[in-house]
């Protein structure tokens, strides 16, 4: 058997449809690129977004024409959240959705037989977090290691608590298996990812949370930086800031979603913080490490956002002084409360996600000039056409000129300029 797998989305789908190939793999199958014609495809499907559905019915679509003959397989939120509208494209074999997952190769050898296996979970009675470990046979020189699944926050905008279910916190002693098995294949850097990591051991009642998982890999030999993935701006209490700050391998890069700078549209959105709380856990932040960046999502365009409520987002992020922001036009997702309030005109979101996108190149090219002549640290990626491609602690993108392979090292670079949007250094 050779199956291809393709994740849309976030980290945590790409850590999923890595475990997925670990699975096949270690039953013996070969694992194909997803442009190769293979007898399975598994597309890891996301729904944030329409055109996350899009892109995912894109994809599936995409995977048939490459053979007609093969069984593709739709997994994910967008498999979970609209299970029949998926299971009615003609070009998909079998649904699993976000739960029975460590059962992917068991279905697809019963679907492969003419069985039609059926994977529906009622994914909100879900209550222990479901184990899946990749195996460290992606090319990347970082490794992502998921610590929790779920989300309870229901923002009136969200599908995803409804796609994912209830928090679910991964054992912190499977983490650290998982991160010292990694680490021993040359990973140096770890990113601890899940659907709301902030939550982690709020359902456990044991007293650990994130900082405890962050300390424990921290004291791994052979991990050298850690990284965590978007994080609720109030899990920044002075106890935490004061332990991350003292954790030397904790990058200093912070992606705090803000999605709005209006209390009011934070109120609609069912945000649970206000926007002086948000620049109250900045000021902790920098205070503690004033060499840290921090990027954030922002929505443009939700419903009832005025235009005053607008200028007030453009106003925060300019104080806020983010090193980068994802700009989201607002995104209707059927099912949630949002879908149901006085709607923005759709050229009326892009126009101001096009006003707040300058604004944030901006800030990004401010933050990023203002590191001339500083060393930092980098993880390089890769060496391509003459120049080795990296990530520093603080999430800047960073380029080398080099004739040598400098993939999977971290090295001292110190940046001396910009060009074409591009940090570029020498190395130390």
Request: aromatic share 8%.
């Amino acid at each position: 058997m050779r199956a291809a797998f393709a994740a849309l989305g976030c980290k945590v789908n790409q850590y999923e449809a890595d475990a997925y190939a670990a699975i096949f793999r270690e039953k013996g199958a070969e694992i194909g690129d997803f442009d190769q014609v293979c007898d399975v495809y598994v597309v890891n499907t996301c729904s944030v977004t329409n055109l996350g559905d899009r892109k995912s019915r894109q994809m599936l679509r995409r995977a048939k024409r490459l053979n007609p003959h093969a069984l593709v397989v739709a997994t994910g939120c967008y498999a979970q959240t609209a299970h029949n509208e998926v299971a009615a494209m003609e070009e998909v074999d079998l649904v699993i959705g976000t739960a029975m997952r460590h059962r992917l190769y068991e279905l697809v050898e019963a679907a492969l037989r003419g069985e039609k296996p059926d994977a529906r979970v009622d994914i909100m009675k879900e209550r222990e977090f479901e184990e899946m470990e990749t195996d460290g046979s992606s090319e990347r020189s970082r490794a992502y290691i998921k610590i929790e699944d779920g989300c309870d926050n229901f923002c009136s905008y969200c599908i995803i608590p409804y796609a994912r279910g209830p928090v679910r916190s991964r054992k912190i002693e499977n983490i650290i298996s998982e991160a010292r098995r990694l680490a021993a294949l040359g990973y140096r850097e770890a990113v601890l990812t899940g659907i709301h990591v902030a939550s982690y051991g709020k359902d456990m009642n044991c007293g650990l949370g994130l900082i405890d998982v962050i300390e424990a890999v921290a004291e791994i030999d052979g991990v050298e930086r850690i990284r965590i993935s978007s994080i609720d701006p109030r899990a920044f209490t002075d106890d935490f800031v004061k332990r991350a700050a003292a954790c030397g391998k904790l990058c200093r890069h912070f992606h705090i979603s803000l999605q709005s700078g209006s209390g009011p549209v934070l109120r609609r959105m069912n945000r649970k913080y206000t926007p002086e709380d948000y620049l109250d856990a900045l000021v902790r932040i920098r205070e503690a490490m004033p060499d840290c960046s921090v990027t954030t999502d922002i929505i443009c365009g939700f419903p009832e956002e005025t235009e005053e409520e607008f200028a007030q987002t453009l106003e925060f992020a300019k104080k806020a002084g983010f090193a980068r922001i994802h700009v989201f036009p607002y995104s209707e997702r059927r099912g949630t409360a949002a879908a149901l309030m006085p709607q923005v005109p759709h050229a009326v979101r892009e126009e101001r996600a096009s006003r707040l996108g300058k604004v944030g190149e901006e800030l990004r090219a401010a933050f990023e000039r203002g590191h001339i002549g500083r060393t930092v640290s980098v993880l390089f990626e890769q060496t391509k056409d003459g120049a080795a491609e990296g990530l520093s602690k603080n999430y800047i993108r960073v380029y080398v000129p080099s004739g040598e392979d400098l993939t999977g090292k971290i090295l001292p670079v110190r940046i001396t300029g910009f060009s074409d949007g591009k940090a570029w250094g020498e190395l130390l």
